[in-house]
């Protein structure tokens, strides 16, 4: 299988996570192998790598990309909010470095066949682990007006998410929605005409990032596994977290604040009683954003936001 992805602000991340050899690291999204490659032969010799992902084909190719340094990976095909029962599993009980780069891969864009780009013609699944029971056809063609147009404004801002919705209900009576293509066409043709050119994105990206969030549960999930973060990693540790969508960096942000917040009794409390640690110190008071140079480069650099803390 050719899995094409082009990792993101690579060095920015190697540096952040501090790679020693001998040491072990997670990469909780693999992708196409692209940090992992990369962190691999910074942690030699002695170094362990685990590596998760929710969808097969990025655990299918890792077998084959990391092949080289096979005695000192392993692979999980698993939902990142797993790690704490797979490194117990493991007989790992802290590590020294962990990645997530959220978000959708470029094979899982171009070459899925999940109907994740509005621009192909593919049934409308949008799943990235298709062992989970429900695809954006589901929620399509089963969700209420109302609830499709929260999702729609919710997790895409798009400012015609009513519109959508009912034009989704209309049609659905017709016919079931079953391809990226029909919703797309229909997205389109409720959208005020000249759209594309003001806004220079297609009419249905909005949308279809919306259905693709809520189809893997994406701001949930993140939100999970944000709590249990801190207690996976090693004192000096280090936790660095790729984002590509405002609500996303806000979950880590606000995490990340709570995480480096000790006591948060009223301030008129004479003393402590929540007993509350501080646990993470942040490395990144902003945002790290890519070069214009890797944005010229990789368009799907545009939007990311880097974020990291080390473990107290
Ligand atoms: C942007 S890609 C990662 C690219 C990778 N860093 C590289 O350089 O090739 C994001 C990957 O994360 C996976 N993913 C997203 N949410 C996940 C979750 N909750 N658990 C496990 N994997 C997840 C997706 O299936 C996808 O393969």
Known sequence: MSYHHIPVMLEEVLGYLNCRPGKTYVDCTLGGCGH???????????????????????IVNAREVLRPFEDSVRLFHADFTRLPELLAQSDVFAVDGILLDLGLSLHQLESSGRGFSFLKDEPLDMRMDIRSSTSA??????????????????????????????????????????????????????????????????????????LRIAVN?????????????????????????????????RIVKHSLRDMETACIC??????????????????TRRTVRP????????????????????KI
């Open 36 to 58: 992992s490659r990369a962190i691999l032969p910074r942690i030699m010799p002695g170094g362990r790598l685990i590596g998760l992902d929710q969808d097969l084909d990025a």
């Open 137 to 210: 056809g589901d929620l399509v063609n089963r969700m209420s007006e109302k609830e499709l147009a929260r999702i729609f404004r919710q997790y895409g801002e798009e400012r015609m998410s009513r519109k959508i919705a009912r034009k989704i209900i209309t049609e659905r009576k017709q016919t079931p929605i079953t391809t990226s293509r029909q919703l797309a066409e229909l997205i389109c043709s409720v959208m005020p005409a000249g759209f594309s050119a003001k806004h220079r994105i297609h009419p249905a990206t909005r949308t279809f990032m919306a």
């Open 217 to 249: 549960q994406e701001l949930e999930r993140l939100k999970a596994f944000m709590q249990t973060a801190a207690d996976l990693l090693t004192p000096g540790g280090r936790l660095c977290v790729l984002s590509f969508h405002s609500l996303e960096d």
């Open 266 to 283: 009223p301030p008129d409390f004479p003393k402590c009683v929540c007993s509350k640690q501080k646990t993470m110190r942040v490395l």
């Open 291 to 310: 070069t214009d140079a890797e944005i010229r480069k990789n368009r799907m650099a545009r939007s990311t936001k880097l974020r990291a803390a080390e």
